[in-house]
Nanobody, 124 residues
Framework: QVQLVESGGGLVQAGGSVRLSCAAS????????MGWFRQAPGKEREFVAG????????DYADSMKGRFIISRDSAKNTVYLQMSSLKPEDTAAYYC?????????????????WGQGTQVTVSS
């Protein structure tokens, strides 16, 4: 049974940092391309960042470039999202997603597995 479990969310002040984790189980993690998406109330889910199954390729939404870093540790079956210089508009539920082998994609529809999400709230 595939499980993706996010953690690390919470309340943070504007300008602060937080690191999200997504632990995978029930999969051969080293074969999975992983993505982070977010969804704010009343808005559509949007791509945040992605990392290929072999860690060679990363991609970021334009508004996250230079502020967010995605990484993975295959020994721990975990993907991370380090978020810095946070803004109130980064407030959202953050979800990790996985797809086996495929390239990094900004489309949520290609990811077959999803976590339950973790809330990040940035106060001004």
């Amino acid at each position: 049974q595939v499980q993706l479990v996010e953690s690390g969310g919470g309340l943070v002040q504007a300008g602060g940092s937080v690191r999200l984790s997504c632990a995978a189980s029930g999969v051969t993690f080293s074969t999975y391309t992983m993505g982070w998406f977010r969804q704010a109330p009343g808005k559509e889910r949007e791509f945040v960042a992605g990392i290929s199954w072999n860690g060679v390729t990363t991609d970021y939404a334009d508004s996250m470039k230079g502020r967010f870093i995605i990484s993975r540790d295959s020994a721990k079956n975990t993907v991370y999202l380090q978020m810095s210089s946070l803004k109130p508009e980064d407030t959202a539920a953050y979800y990790c997603a996985g797809r086996q082998y495929g390239s990094v994609s900004r489309s949520s529809s290609v990811y077959g597995y999803w976590g339950q999400g973790t809330q990040v709230t940035v106060s001004s």
